[in-house]
Each structure stands twice: as C-alpha cells, then as structure tokens.
C-alpha cells in the first residue's frame, strides 16, 4: 500500500458559517476513521490549510471531494509526496483555530505581516503544521 501526505490551502467561502464548519468537523472525524485517513485542520474566517494522510487512493479520492465543497474556493495544491509515516497518526482529523494559535508561531512563518497561508512553500506548510500539532498537543488532546 502506498501512503501519502497532502497538504492544500483554500478560501472560506459565505456558505461555511458556524453551523457548516461544525458538519465539516464532524464529518470529516467519522469518515476519515473509516477510511484510514489522519490529519490536521487549521482554520479561521479567512482559510482553510489542511493536511490529510493515508492510503493513496483514499486520500485522492478525499481530496477531489473536497475541492468541489461550496464551502471553500480558490483551493491550492502545497504539497503532495509518498511518506513511510504518519506526523498526525493520533488524529482522524486535529481542528485548530487561528485564534488558538500563538503569534509566534504566525511570525514565524508570516514575519510581522498578515499570516498569508497561499504564501508558503510545501515544506513551510508542512512545518507549520506540524508544529501546530505538538505547541497545541494538550488542547488537541482534549477534543
Ligand atoms: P454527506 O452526506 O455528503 O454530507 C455530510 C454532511 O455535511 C451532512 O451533514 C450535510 O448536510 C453536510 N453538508 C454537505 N454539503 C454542505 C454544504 N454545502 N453546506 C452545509 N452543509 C453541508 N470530509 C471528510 O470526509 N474528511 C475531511 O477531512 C474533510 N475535510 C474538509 C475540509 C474542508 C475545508 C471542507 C470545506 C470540507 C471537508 N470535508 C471533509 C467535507 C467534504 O468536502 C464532503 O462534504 C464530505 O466528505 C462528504 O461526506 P459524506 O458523503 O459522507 O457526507
């Protein structure tokens, strides 16, 4: 089997209000369990950056799914690469607010600026995320 890591940006569109981010959380926990897929999702009224890994053609087929939600646009492709492991095998999908991350680790990969999700490079995104995951470990724990 041939597991893979894919990691893409997108736009919050009008139609993703509370109750429609609260299904996309919802939905996305239950069925990536059944599929064997993990990840992270970080978000706030402005982007969506997430990352989602697991069997090939599971994450594929997720993925086409998922550029076609109305509840996003302008989605962007970061990174996509075969791995041998997991960062976030503990997460059928870890949710982060940006309102729950520190501005550090916005400066870190924005500088002083607006934190601009578009702007990063595969690695950075992957950086970030990961990063994300073990500053936010204890609050991601608790869900
Ligand atoms: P469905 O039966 O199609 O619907 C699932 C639920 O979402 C239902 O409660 C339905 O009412 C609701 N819903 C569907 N479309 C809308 C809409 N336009 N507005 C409001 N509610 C709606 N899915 C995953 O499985 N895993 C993920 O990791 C994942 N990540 C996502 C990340 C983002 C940023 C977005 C926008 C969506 C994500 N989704 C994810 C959702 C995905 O795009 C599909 O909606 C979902 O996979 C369909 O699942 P389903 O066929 O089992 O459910």
Not at 41 to 64: H, I, K, T
Not at 91 to 115: H, L, N, R
Request: proline share 3%; hydrophobic share 40%; net charge negative.
């Amino acid at each position: 089997m041939h597991m893979v890591r894919l990691v893409y940006v997108s736009r919050m569109t009008e139609e993703c209000d509370t109750e429609a981010l609260q299904k996309v959380l919802k939905i996305s926990r239950s069925n990536n369990k059944a599929k064997d897929i993990t990840g992270i999702l970080c978000y706030d009224p402005a982007f969506f950056l997430q990352c989602l890994e697991g069997p090939r053609e599971a994450v594929n087929q997720l993925y086409s799914e998922i550029q076609r939600d109305p509840r996003h646009k302008d989605v962007v492709l970061l990174d996509y690469c075969e791995v041998a492991d997991r960062k976030f095998a503990d997460w059928s999908m870890a949710f982060v607010a940006a309102g729950d991350i520190s501005p550090q680790t916005f400066e870190t990969y924005g500088g002083k600026g607006k934190f601009d999700p578009y702007a990063l490079s595969a690695a950075e995104a992957s950086r970030f995320l990961v990063q994300l995951a073990a500053k936010e470990q204890t609050l991601l724990a608790g869900q």
